[in-house]
């Protein structure tokens, strides 16, 4: 039974975050059926609505997939977003300058961006590891680098025929993009990456010697460094490993998300630190976390029907959703969260 109630913890701040909504939307005069109503029907109402929020939620899931990997190491990849954007203009630059076939496009606009998350993801490593940056300090920094180059190349190298423009940059060529599913966002090939990520993680952190000497350095990394395991090269790879899927989901957002196809601002849509949230609620466990990364999809995207059929403000879905963070950290188990050795060092 005890057990299970360990097992079972990560719902307490799920239904407390639940129940201080409905007091707020009561606060508000709102009825919290009708609410949560309306945020289902907003992420499931109709076929493209579903396929939308599944097509939210798999950019989501890589970004995620690949922070449980720098978790397991106990590093806090705090600049994933600035990863994703730099994943979303590698992928641009094949798609505006290389002309092929539809499947050789895809394939190499996926190994950009891969390469390009994976490099900026790897320059906050080696600033940690020679130059002792942290990697929160160093990530922050390379995520405003990425939106200036974001902004630079929109209204400068790749600004659109009908001139310079902040908003975007020139429309992508239809052989460049990710095939669709009917009118909505959702890719199958995209769906794969995101299911082949989650199994591909699941099965390194369980079942490999590469899993176990992450979770070695994260867990101890002087006891890690007795035992022969480097701590800056398995830093370098595993920070390198977590920005190669946060590009690929850089790829996703900016070869399928927009009716007008094309690099923008705010490419990475905050999604880089929603993953952040979803793997701290999941308690780093790869088999629940795209679950809950389903959940925040769900609310998110729903969220925006609260704003049209209640007149109710559509950031709701984002304090439930933070909340259920809040919560975590406040209640829950702190040794899960931020690793045994951080806890000990708090209390000393």
Same mark, same amino acid.
């Given at each position: 039974?005890?057990?299970?109630?360990?097992?079972?913890?990560?719902? %307490?701040p799920i239904l407390?975050?639940?129940?201080?909504?409905?007091?707020?939307?009561?606060?508000?005069?709102?009825d919290?059926?009708?609410?949560?109503?309306?945020?289902?029907?907003?992420?499931?109402?109709?076929?493209?609505?579903?396929? =939308?929020?599944?097509?939210?939620?798999?950019?989501?899931l890589?970004?995620s997939?690949?922070?449980?990997?720098?978790?397991?190491?106990?590093?806090?990849?705090?600049?994933?977003?600035g990863?994703i /954007?730099?994943?979303a203009i590698a992928?641009?630059?094949v798609a505006?300058?290389?002309?092929?076939?539809?499947?050789v496009?895809?394939?190499?606009?996926? $190994?950009?961006?891969?390469?390009g998350g994976?490099?900026?993801?790897?320059?906050?490593?080696?600033? !940690?590891?020679? &130059? !002792?940056v942290?990697?929160?300090? @160093?990530?922050?920094?390379?995520?405003?680098?990425?939106?200036?180059?974001?902004?630079?190349?929109?209204s &400068?190298?790749?600004?659109?025929?009908?001139g310079?423009?902040?908003?975007?940059?020139?429309?992508?060529?239809?052989?460049?993009?990710?095939?669709? $599913?009917? =009118?909505?966002?959702?890719?199958?090939?995209?769906?794969?990456l995101?299911? +082949?990520?989650?199994?591909?993680?699941?099965?390194?952190?369980?079942? +490999?010697?590469? #899993?176990?000497?992450?979770?070695?350095? @994260?867990?101890?990394?002087?006891?890690?460094? $007795?035992?022969?395991v480097?701590?800056? !090269?398995?830093t370098?790879?595993?920070?390198?490993?977590?920005?190669?899927?946060? #590009?690929?989901? &850089?790829?996703?957002?900016?070869?399928?998300?927009?009716? !007008?196809?094309?690099?923008?601002?705010?490419i990475?849509?905050?999604?880089?630190?929603?993953?952040?949230?979803? /793997?701290m $609620?999941?308690?780093?466990r /790869?088999?629940?976390m795209?679950?809950?990364?389903?959940?925040?999809?769900?609310?998110?995207?729903? &969220?925006?029907?609260?704003e %049209?059929?209640?007149?109710?403000?559509?950031?709701? @879905? #984002?304090?439930? +959703? @933070?909340?259920? %963070?809040?919560? %975590?950290?406040?209640?829950g =188990?702190?040794?899960?969260?931020?690793?045994?050795?951080?806890v000990?060092?708090?209390?000393?």
């Open positions: 039974m005890s057990n299970f109630l360990k097992r079972s913890w990560i719902f %307490v407390g975050a639940l129940a201080i909504i409905v007091v707020l939307l009561l606060m508000a005069g709102a919290p059926l009708e609410a949560l109503g309306a945020i289902i029907n907003g992420a499931f109402g109709t076929q493209k609505k579903f396929l =939308d929020t599944t097509a939210f939620w798999i950019p989501l890589l970004a997939t690949g922070l449980l990997v720098t978790f397991a190491a106990g590093l806090w990849n705090i600049g994933i977003e990863q /954007v730099m994943g992928a641009s630059a505006l300058h290389v002309k092929a076939p539809q499947p496009m895809i394939l190499l606009e996926v $190994l950009a961006a891969m390469a994976a490099l900026w993801a790897a320059i906050a490593a080696v600033l !940690k590891t020679r &130059g !002792k942290n990697e929160i300090f @160093g990530g922050l920094a390379l995520t405003n680098l990425a939106i200036i180059l974001t902004n630079y190349l929109i &400068g190298p790749w600004t659109p025929p009908e310079g423009s902040f908003r975007g940059s020139e429309e992508f060529p239809a052989a460049s993009l990710l095939p669709l $599913l009917s =009118d909505s966002k959702f890719s199958i090939v995209a769906f794969l995101g299911v +082949t990520a989650v199994v591909l993680v699941w099965y390194i952190l369980g079942n +490999t010697f590469w #899993g176990l000497k992450l979770k070695a350095l @994260g867990k101890n990394p002087y006891s890690a460094f $007795l035992l022969g480097s701590s800056e !090269k398995e370098i790879f595993a920070m390198a490993f977590c920005g190669a899927l946060a #590009g690929l989901g &850089g790829a996703v957002r900016v070869l399928s998300w927009f009716d !007008k196809p094309s690099l923008r601002q705010s990475s849509g905050g999604i880089g630190y929603l993953a952040l949230m979803v /793997v $609620l999941a308690a780093f /790869v088999i629940i795209p679950f809950i990364a389903y959940f925040f999809s769900v609310v998110l995207k729903g &969220g925006i029907s609260l %049209v059929n209640l007149q109710l403000d559509s950031s709701i @879905g #984002g304090i439930l +959703t @933070g909340l259920m %963070v809040l919560l %975590v950290l406040l209640f =188990d702190r040794t899960k969260i931020f690793g045994q050795k951080q000990e060092n708090n209390h000393e």
